[in-house]
């Protein structure tokens, strides 16, 4: 029988293949900004700053969306008319992909939150470095990823709560 539970599941559902082309914008987006702070040359570390920030702003509502919308899904799966889809192959891995999805989109994000308090309380610590550059754009890097990715990857997970109610019209 196929394990159906565990954090190994939900990673195996995802696969490398949704990480991947959900990673390319959020990675493009954060290179293309550092590249116009270092071409500008705008303090990178008020940057950083205010982005830590918006994300921490941000994230926390943006996870409570996740997550409510998650619960009224999975209204749907127990529903009646899910009962026949989910016998279906295609059923099946509408529901895996979409369970998936929401996991690693929650998953992130509150990966992504704590990260930006994590950074937020070294940035606070103000702590002198040496050569600081080497170290804000890297951080600058990670904390726009991070928020990207959390907000890139609803597209796909719109596109699956829309095939859901798409299975509701048969």
């Given amino acids: 029988m196929e394990e159906r539970f565990g954090k190994k599941v939900m990673l195996r559902n995802y696969g490398w ?3 991947i082309k959900d990673s390319i914008a959020p990675s493009i987006i954060s290179l293309i900004l550092c590249l116009l702070m270092h071409v500008k040359e705008i303090d990178i570390f008020i940057q950083l700053k205010h982005l830590v920030g918006t994300g921490i702003t941000i994230l926390p509502t943006t996870l409570a969306l996740i997550l409510t919308a ?3 899904i999975v209204t749907f799966f127990i529903g009646k008319k899910f009962a026949s ?4 192959g295609n ?7 979409l369970n998936a999805s929401f996991a690693v989109c929650l998953v992130i994000s509150t990966i992504s939150i704590l990260v930006m308090v994590i950074i937020s309380s070294i940035i606070n610590m103000d702590i002198e470095i040496k050569e600081p550059n080497c170290i804000n754009y890297p951080i600058y890097f990670l904390v726009c990823y991070l928020i990207i990715y959390s907000i890139a990857i609803l597209f796909g997970i719109i596109i699956d709560i829309f095939n859901c109610g798409q299975t509701t019209l048969d």
């Fill in 91 to 97: 059923g099946k891995k509408l529901i895996k992909d």
């Fill in 70 to 72: 998650y619960t009224i």
């Fill in 85 to 88: 889809i989910k016998k279906t």
């Fill in 17 to 19: 293949s949704s990480f």
